[in-house]
């Protein structure tokens, strides 16, 4: 998971600059209700998924759907989070350049076991199966892919997306 104001970012920090860099609305709570409101039509597109620190939206996920990305948010309400931790600004250290840490402290920004279920959602409409998958490879990349976020693998084409079973069903 990566804070916003981690990335230097000409515009500045915020909730605007991750939606600028996602190129997604949002971030919205992630729940049936509001997935109704928010996304209203049956379309390719995508979405990031992670809850809030503050005013800050953290990106845990980064997902698409070929058909209905409306329908694969309702798939996620309520769907837990691989490996949610509290963010790194609450642990009562932090890492630099040639700080050693001490052998018993726990991995960087992991203090702590919060609420395991993704709480917030972002998506955007693809014009395409093809624009989506495009456009979650992108995300990715940007968000420090799957070492960084709780997606285990990247993407798959939509050619080939199919045949893995994982791609469709959230809870893995």
Do not use: Q
Not at 61 to 68: A, M, Q, T, Y
Not at 78 to 94: E, I, L, V
Not at 118 to 131: D, H, I, N
């Amino acid at each position: 998971m990566e804070r916003i104001e981690d990335r230097d970012f000409a515009e500045g920090a915020g909730m605007n600059s991750i939606m600028r860099l996602l190129e997604m609305n949002g971030s919205y709570p992630l729940t049936d209700e509001a997935v109704d409101e928010t996304v209203t039509r049956t379309s390719p597109g995508n979405y990031a998924l992670g809850y809030m620190d503050g005013s800050t939206f953290m990106v845990s996920f980064i997902g698409r759907s070929d058909s209905d990305v409306r329908g694969r948010l309702h798939k996620w309400v309520g769907a837990p989070s691989r490996d949610r931790y509290a963010p790194a600004s609450k642990a009562a250290w932090a890492s630099r350049p040639g700080f050693l840490m001490p052998m018993d402290a726990p991995a960087l920004g992991r203090v702590g076991v919060v609420d395991g279920n993704y709480t917030r959602f972002a998506y955007s409409y693809a014009p395409s199966a093809e624009a989506a998958f495009e456009r979650e490879c992108r995300n990715l990349d940007d968000f420090g892919g799957s070492g960084e976020l709780d997606n285990e693998r990247h993407p798959l084409p939509p050619s080939v997306a199919w045949m893995w079973p994982v791609h469709s069903h959230p809870n893995r």
